[in-house]
């Protein structure tokens, strides 16, 4: 990652920071600060210094003193994006969110909860749990990511094909805006129209308009049944064409993944996978709804996924069961890790009907460039996560892999589709983002940053291709 | 309303218009352009010239000459608003969108849509419906409104609190901001992080932000079947009691409309209404859902409205029972029209669970003021039309009447509400809008309609509370 100089902090700004942090909430030595300067993309800068704020009024007042420095603010969470969108380039203040964890309301007769932002996700989904909600949002590492992080990033999961995305399911937020005033957007209700929606804006923005400091959540009942599914099929063809068949009908599963042939393969290894034989492709179906018509809805998704190349269709009946058909999805992610500890993992959207245009062309890619290509996803969404399985530190290797990406998004935007369907920009993906918005949206967008923020200090640099103009650290 | 001067059209700006609308698609005379002045608010100012494009590059070029000119430009689907937001108040031309009505694109596979803005509500769900398929948003007007006008007001209807609003149902834009740049904005999936939300930014702004020239629609699987119940109650509050109820277990119904006793009063005059005695407040409510558990469904329903209070729960089984059953709802709105001719018909929402408050509060109002008041509209999502019935004609019940809307509003805020559910704020609101939204926040949304409008000539004072500022007329 290149460098960008980051001014020392000033005695002056140091100890205003002490103040406002209060004790034992701010750290400022290197060795401190380090592992707070990466996420899960193993990109790592080092921040100047990281504040654990407790409440708004501190977070106001860190803005402020911010501000009129002109030292950056990053946001986080607990690091685990994957775009690098936390990791404090261009220097500054790391501002963790860990501390305010706090779940505030629950409201089951209205339907929504109020948390703070550092509430991790599946400490949400427990307490809603209890009276029989859930938050649709639900990324695979709900356990350790924050509420705060998912809407930062409009970090969605399985269940957004049928439940949405953080944006359908977010009422309101406060915020603190980078001219360090407090913002008060949405409403309580699942209706309303007074303004423009900045609820929506700030949610995705990678914590660059805005700090979110409070978030009213619409909350879903529970549906009382659910099954799950395991269609395996002769190639990812087959698999791609009944993934269209499936959601061109009524009944919307609230979990409709896909694995390629070379997914599949990486955890072959697995003992106990009890796949037969000759598949090239798998799709675990989830179906939820009432107990009353559970089975019914099984047989008209059953009916969909009976396209010509299946193989095999189960149906889970007990939970044992289910846990045998997601076992070889879930073997998948430590399985990748122990054969490409450092890949490239993207999350391309394209619409539905394009899938099998789309893994075509991914094959075509892989086969041209010698990069193996692992992919598997959100196939109901047409989200797929495509994993380039590279060495890093193998510098032909890199560029293959480079050159690979930069045909891949190439194809993803000729299919209609979009570079990042829940991981977000970051630093990663920041210098493609011109070829998928035009140059006026681009710079609307940046002029609509410079309104919330116009001394550039929230994560600068951030979900937007690098340009010659000055930023906050080198103006 | 106070009239604002609006200057004449020079000479040279009338000959570049004709020559952007082409022959026979300009109005200039003003007996021509009278009809284009209103909206169902009532409210009326008379445009200097109204253009009938047939193309986003005409519209381009109309924004431009506006633009350079400093002429507002306001933007008009059918005029079927209450707010008169698409009333030229600050003069200028209205754009109307009447022949841009084409579909461009329905794709089952992708469950989307491409349509025109001017296409009206009710040809968009007869299209889709062919594929078996529908498009939430379903405001009562929606056999004359357009989808531009829906998406520009956020309009939804009563199926809003199972399936959203347009918000929750586009996935992107094109448009032309003030600038006179084309904004391609959003995705064609139903996932999609790059770059700001500025879709939902657009949806609801009342055509102050963009002229929005085609929209993706995001399209919903009709559902199997759809059962009808009429709930009658012995007064509004145990009605609301019941609402609350209803929206707290998990079947959510597709319709959940309500009618106090003022408004059943006002249909008591039509025949057949077959209404048992003593009835206070009404619920009808509509199921739908896969066939298999329409009737378990319904029964979940049918349990929560049997709450304390409750005279009568019937159950439509054929079609010519579900017109009984929505007569009296259907009668309502031309009962009122000739009772008051001139009503003014609010639409604010609270908390589901503050609507029994809300409703004793605005008994309270009524008796204060003297002003009747009849109460329908959305109890699933809050969102209640409530209607003065007032002569606008004699002065002293109008002031009555803006008292009572004060104390309204103020009511409503203080339960946690907003002032608008679906019918936006136009001119007829934008004086209350200052407090629901903070100073702050108002001051940002108004920054960032100048990065989409430098000059400000798109539908200038509309949405806002009106300020010193010199506007683009009069600056």
């Known amino acids: 990652m290149s460098t960008i100089p980051t001014p020392e902090l000033s005695p002056g700004f140091l100890k205003s920071l002490a103040r406002i942090a209060g004790v034992g909430h701010l750290l400022t030595d290197p060795a401190d600060c380090w592992p707070y300067g990466y996420d899960n993309s193993r990109l790592h800068a080092l921040p100047r210094g990281v504040v654990f704020a407790a409440d708004e009024a501190q977070i106001m007042a860190l803005v402020v003193l911010c501000r009129d420095a002109g030292i950056p603010l990053v946001a986080r969470g607990r690091g685990t994006g994957t775009t690098g969108a936390t990791v404090p380039d261009h220097g500054g203040i790391v501002l963790s969110f860990e501390r305010m964890d706090t779940i505030l309301r629950i409201a089951p007769e209205d339907r929504l909860a109020v948390v703070q932002p550092g509430v991790l996700n599946e400490q949400l989904q427990q307490a809603v749990g209890a009276f029989g909600f859930f ?29 949405g995305t953080p944006r359908e399911n977010t009422l309101g937020l406060t915020a603190i805006s980078g001219r360090g005033e407090r913002l008060r957007t949405g409403v309580l209700t699942t209706k309303g129209v007074v303004g423009y929606d900045l609820t929506r804006l700030i949610i995705g923005s990678e914590g660059t308009l805005a700090l979110i400091t409070e978030a009213t959540l619409k909350l879903t009942p529970r549906p009382e049944a659910k099954r799950t599914l395991r269609a395996a099929y002769a ?8 993934v269209s068949a499936i959601m061109a009908q009524p009944v919307i599963p609230c979990a409709l993944e896909i694995m390629d042939a070379a997914a599949i393969r990486a955890v072959r290894r697995h003992a106990g996978l009890d796949l037969p034989e000759g598949v090239g492709a798998l799709l675990m179906i989830e179906v939820d709804g009432p107990a009353a018509c559970i089975d019914q809805s099984v047989a008209a998704v059953a009916a969909a996924a009976h396209h010509a190349g299946l193989i095999e269709l189960r149906c889970a009946e007990s939970a044992a069961e289910v846990a045998a058909l997601w076992k070889t999805r879930k073997a998948l992610s430590p399985a990748l890790r122990h054969i490409a500890p450092k890949k490239i993992n993207e999350d391309i959207v394209v619409p539905v009907s394009r899938m099998g245009e789309l893994i075509e062309g991914l094959e075509r890619l892989s086969h041209e460039s010698g990069v193996q290509i692992v992919n598997f996803g959100h196939a109901g969404n047409g989200n797929i996560h495509v994993n380039l399985l590279i060495d890093p530190d193998d510098p032909a290797a890199v560029e293959s892999a480079h ?15 979009t570079l990042s369907g829940e991981h977000g920009i970051g630093i990663a993906k920041r210098d493609f983002v011109d070829r998928e918005i035009e140059a006026p949206v681009l710079a609307l967008m940046r002029d609509i940053k410079r309104q919330f923020d116009p001394a550039g200090i929230l994560n600068p640099g951030k979900g937007f291709p690098e340009t010659a103009e000055p930023t906050a650290t080198n103006r």
Chains 1, 2 share one sequence.
Do not use: E
Request: net charge negative; aromatic share 8%.
């Open 135 to 163: 938050w649709p949002p639900d990324p695979t590492s709900a356990a350790s990511c924050t509420v705060g992080g998912n809407l930062a990033y409009n970090s969605a999961g399985p269940r957004a094909v049928k439940y």
């Open 235 to 242: 190639d990812i063809h087959a698999a791609a064409a009944a």
């Open 403 to 417: 050159a690979c990406l930069d045909a891949m998004f190439s194809l993803v935007l000729q299919l209609g589709g």
